[in-house]
Nanobody
C-alpha cells in the first residue's frame, strides 16, 4: 500500500505562483511514475504532469511552460510548481503514484488539494 498526502493549495491571484507537495509513504520501492492530475467542477479529471521513474516528464499542453514537476528522493516527495496561474487552472489537484505490483501496475491517489485562481 502507498499513502499520498498533498499540501500547498490555496487561493492566489492570476499571475501568481504556488508549489504543491505530495508526500509518499508505504511500499514505494517500485515506482513506475508519479504525477499530478486535476479536476475542475463539472469536468473530468485530467493529467497535468507526470514524471517517470527514468526522469522523463510529460505535461498537458495547457500548462507547458508554466508548471513543472520535480522530485526529492530523500524526502519521498513530489512537487508541482505552478507559475503564471490562470483562472482556468482552478481545480482540485491530485497526486498519483503508479507502482509495480505482483500482477501489474497499481494506482494510488491522494485526497487532493484545492487551487483557486482569482482574476
Amino acid at each position: 500500500q502507498v499513502q499520498l498526502v498533498e499540501s500547498g493549495g490555496g487561493t492566489v491571484q492570476a499571475g501568481g505562483s504556488l508549489r504543491l507537495t505530495c508526500a509518499a509513504s508505504g511500499d514505494i520501492a517500485r515506482i513506475n511514475s508519479m504525477g499530478w492530475y486535476r479536476q475542475a467542477p463539472g469536468k473530468l479529471r485530467e493529467l497535468v504532469a507526470v514524471l517517470g521513474s527514468g526522469g522523463n516528464t510529460n505535461y498537458a499542453d495547457s500548462v507547458k511552460g508554466r508548471f513543472s514537476i520535480s522530485r526529492d528522493y530523500a524526502k519521498n516527495t513530489v512537487y508541482l510548481h505552478l507559475n503564471n496561474l490562470k483562472p482556468e487552472d482552478t481545480a482540485v489537484y491530485y497526486c498519483n503514484y503508479q507502482v509495480h505490483g505482483n500482477y501489474g501496475l497499481n494506482d494510488y491517489w491522494g485526497r487532493g488539494t484545492q487551487v483557486t485562481v482569482s482574476s
